[in-house]
């Protein structure tokens, strides 16, 4: 007689700061589906911590003498696992779980034993309440296949994220990818699963919100290119080229050109006429952002090179 076929165990990680409801269902929503489920709390001061451990959750509570990295808080959620934990769900704490999504991806992963992590589609639970929401979500809609990198929310072999040393815990954004680029020198892949994942609230109402998540993401871009952007894979090298030409460099020349001949203020227009050219392939709205979003990556990607050259580092740098 033929033995049944042992399920998978599965452990949750989910990370969070002051998420308050948002957390609540996220919890909730992994309940039943995962057999262990870890909670690490970044300093929260409304109470999330308590409620995790209400609803069952390990709570771990990050030392706040060293600074908070989303890094750090997955590699401590992963410590938490009980060795018997074969697969991981990584999720923020603003993110609702599909009641589908683990079971789908696990049987992925177990079918596939070259792919370390899956992920699906995460979409913005609000997309209509705002123009920075609906960005988000277009972000999200990556297509599905086998992928260079992951977001937060992704379920992955827990053996091979320690194996390859776990997240970056120095990075302050763009953890994921620079971890999925070190899975995937181990031989490692990493899939785009045409699954629904979570629903994420961005709460992202406000101009300067999305100005610093953007600016955000122009440090990701030059910290990633500082970490391996000579190696084969040229990691964020053309996102970070872009963001100091059009956010930084030619503004300045633009400028100084019109000082000396002022009519050559005239070749600002190229912006307009970027925004023109990438809107038959994202749409106005997109396009428009996407122009406008290089001064703030720019203006990241500068704070990254001029604290390394002072030897400092940043800490977090939070949009809501």
């Known amino acids: ?34 057999q262990q489920l870890v909670y690490v709390d970044s300093g929260s001061s409304d109470g999330s911590a308590a409620a995790a451990r209400k609803l069952g ?22 410590a938490e696992l009980d060795a018997a934990c074969e697969f991981v769900q990584f999720v923020d704490g603003d993110c609702e779980v599909d009641p589908d999504w683990i079971a789908t991806a696990t049987v992925f992963l177990q079918a596939d034993t070259q792919a370390a992590a899956a992920c699906g589609r995460r979409r913005e ?17 990556t297509p599905p296949g086998e992928a260079k990198a992951c977001g937060g929310d992704v379920l992955m072999r827990a053996a091979a994220v320690r194996e390859a040393g776990g997240y970056r815990e120095s ?12 899975l995937r020198r181990r031989g490692w892949q990493i899939w785009r699963l045409d699954a629904e994942m979570t629903l994420h609230d961005a709460q992202m109402l406000h101009f300067g919100q999305w100005w610093r998540r953007s600016r955000r ?26 963001a100091l030409i059009w956010g930084a460099a030619l503004p300045a020349a633009i400028a100084l050109a ?44 500068l704070e990254f090179y001029w604290n390394r050259r002072r030897g400092r580092t940043r800490g977090i740098l939070e949009y809501k």
């Open 1 to 34: 007689m033929t033995a049944p076929v042992r399920a998978p165990e599965v452990g949750a990680v989910v990370i969070g700061r002051n998420e308050g409801a948002r957390l609540i269902r996220c919890l909730q929503s992994l309940q039943g589906q995962v």
């Open 171 to 182: 990075l302050i954004a763009g953890e994921e990818p620079e971890l999925c680029l070190r």
């Open 217 to 242: 993401a122009g440090h990701a871009f030059a910290e990633g290119a500082a970490l391996h952007g000579k190696g084969p894979e040229r990691h964020w090298a053309a996102e970070t080229r872009r």
């Open 258 to 301: 019109a000082l000396i001949e002022p009519p050559l203020l005239l070749a600002a227009l190229a912006y307009p006429a970027q925004a023109v050219r990438l809107s038959r392939r994202l749409g106005a709205e997109r396009a428009l952002f996407t122009v406008l979003g290089k001064f703030a990556e720019a203006s990241g990607a």
């Open 57 to 78: 959750a390990q709570v771990v509570d990050l030392d706040l003498s060293q600074p908070f990295t989303a890094a750090r808080a997955r590699n401590a959620g992963l």
């Open 125 to 141: 639970r609000f997309p209509e309440t705002s123009v920075y929401n609906r960005l988000c979500d277009a972000e999200w809609d």
